[in-house]
């Protein structure tokens, strides 16, 4: 099993930039498939970005594109989602995820292919 734990959250103004960090205990990430989700008040939770358990390209959700990148550390087991330009509509509460099982070079969007989860990070865009 494994624990996932995220931080880097806060609070930012409109064009600023916030690393979030998401530390596996455990297990490593390697192997897993591995996504960034978020949840904004009153919202579903929806797709950041995802990455396969091949580790390769990172996909996107479009409203985040050019802005969000995905990044892994695997020797300190801990996966990040630098944000720049950060507008408004991004505040919510950060989630990451991963899934230990299915295909190796799939990339899931679906929330709901994740096994384990951590607690969330507030991310604040506000003036």
């Known amino acids: 099993q494994v624990q996932l734990v995220e931080s880097g959250g806060g609070l930012v103004q409109p064009g600023g930039s916030l690393r979030l960090s998401c530390a596996a205990s455990?297990?490593?990430?390697?192997?897993?498939?591995i996504g960034w989700f978020r949840q904004a008040p009153g919202k579903e939770r929806e797709f950041v970005v995802a990455?396969?358990?091949?580790?390769?390209?990172?996909s996107y959700a479009d409203f985040v594109k050019g802005r969000f990148t995905f990044s892994r550390d695997n020797a300190k087991n801990t996966v990040y989602l630098q944000m720049s330009n950060l507008i408004p509509d991004d505040t919510a509460v950060y989630y990451c995820?991963?899934?230990?099982?299915?295909?190796?070079?799939?990339?899931?969007?679906?929330?709901?292919?994740?096994?384990?989860w951590g607690q969330g990070t507030q991310v604040t865009v506000s003036s």
């Open positions: 990455c396969s358990r091949s580790g390769g390209t990172p």
């Open positions: 995820a991963v899934k230990g099982s299915g295909s190796f070079y799939n990339v899931y969007e679906n929330q709901y292919e994740y096994n384990y």
């Open positions: 455990g297990r490593t990430f390697s192997g897993y498939a």
